[in-house]
């Protein structure tokens, strides 16, 4: 055996039987940063070493209380990391590789996954478990289940910053075009720019829509949704949104709204924009009752479509999503707008819960 073999290998094992830093949630309104073993993968499986992740709308859920998981869970489901050892069963990848992991993690092989629902694999929201059943990402390492289904692997020109959105964020907007299946020429409204509705807007771009809409009233975030592709941006404070919009229109309404918030009267909003025959596509999650008003709907004889998409996850979605970034479609890093490494990762949900400092996304480095 070589010395520089050897010296690798002992480093490996040295890796191997440390412990890890990992974000815990204890309970509501409290995270702490522990140390926990680093996970051994078991069969399909595969444990990465996280280089990047990122903290979501639905961490800070969990952080409030809002969205129950159990006490104890390492949280976080947005990884870019490199493959420190694989479970036996998995081909095709070796130790060393950069890999992107999607917020949801599906089977592959269940019925709802080959019936092309892999976001609901097993059962309803089945295919999210990073951070929600099984342990997150928010850690220097983390367990990737079926993990051939689920790692793709980043091209060298590309890096963390550039791909790491995609898991979820990305995934998720771009998503609400695709499920309205936009056409080119169509015209479509987005309710909210917050970092989903941002990458919606980017995707109704990408998907042919020939005029955007994206409401909100943070002057930041109207900036950015014009440089993600909008072509009005409107202030529902100053100007009723649905009278701007259908006025912009001459009267015709849009062919697609989406809806990307999850309060009831975006999404009624969204229904009241909406052309005859046209789709509402819904990213938001949504808490107490949903009202669909009747003459918009014109009594339920208007031909329209409400679609619901949850996060399309697995290796096939993040290596389309990839091909975006390598071939110039789109560019993300402007919405990373803060950086924190992991032993600070608690004032990065401080700033990110409370949307201080127009922070979007913000950039979790871990073992920097
Ligand atoms: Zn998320
Ligand atoms: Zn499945």
Not at 107 to 132: D, E, M, Y
Not at 195 to 214: E, H, N, Q, T, Y
């Amino acid at each position: 055996m070589s010395t520089t073999l050897a010296v690798r290998e002992n480093t490996h094992e040295r890796a191997k039987s440390r412990t890890m830093k990992a974000l815990v949630f204890k309970g509501p309104n409290n995270l702490h940063l522990e140390q926990r073993e680093i996970p051994r993968p078991g069969y399909g499986e595969a444990v990465i070493r996280v280089t990047l992740t990122t903290i979501c709308g639905t961490d800070i859920h969990i952080l409030k209380g809002e969205y129950p998981v159990r006490p104890g869970l390492i949280i976080g489901h947005e990884a870019v990391g490199v493959i420190h050892e694989l479970g036996p069963g998995i081909r095709g990848y070796e130790v060393g590789d950069r890999v992107l992991v999607g917020a949801i993690t599906p089977c592959g092989q269940c019925n709802f996954c080959l019936s092309g629902n892999s976001s609901q694999c097993g059962g309803a929201i089945g295919g999210w478990k990073l951070g929600n059943t099984i342990n997150g990402v928010q850690a220097e390492y983390a367990l990737i289940p079926h993990a051939q289904a689920n790692m793709a692997k980043i091209p060298d020109l590309l890096t963390d910053d550039q791909v790491v959105l995609l898991a979820d964020i990305a995934s998720t907007g771009f998503s609400a075009s695709e499920s309205a299946r936009v056409k080119i020429g169509d015209s479509v409204a987005v309710f909210a720019a917050g970092p989903i509705g941002l990458c919606a807007i980017a995707g109704a771009k990408l998907s042919g829509a020939s005029r955007v809409f994206a409401v909100d009233s943070n002057p930041n975030r109207l900036s950015q949704a014009f440089h993600m592709g909008a072509d009005d941006t409107i202030d529902f404070t100053r100007v009723d949104p649905v009278k701007e919009i259908l006025a912009l229109t001459d009267g015709r309404g849009v062919d697609v709204a989406i809806e990307a918030l999850g309060k009831s009267e975006t999404f009624e909003s969204a229904l009241r924009v909406l052309r005859p025959g046209g789709v509402l596509s819904s990213l938001g999650v949504y808490s107490g009752k949903l009202a669909i008003p009747l003459e918009p709907f014109a009594a339920g004889l208007g031909d329209h479509k409400i679609v619901t998409t949850l996060c399309p996850g697995g290796k096939e979605r993040m290596r389309r999503l990839i091909e975006l970034i390598l071939h110039n479609r789109v560019d993300l890093t402007p919405l990373l707008t803060h950086e924190f490494p992991l032993d600070r990762i608690t004032e990065a949900y401080e700033l990110f819960g409370n949307q201080r400092d127009g922070v979007l996304k913000v950039a979790v480095r871990v073992g920097a």
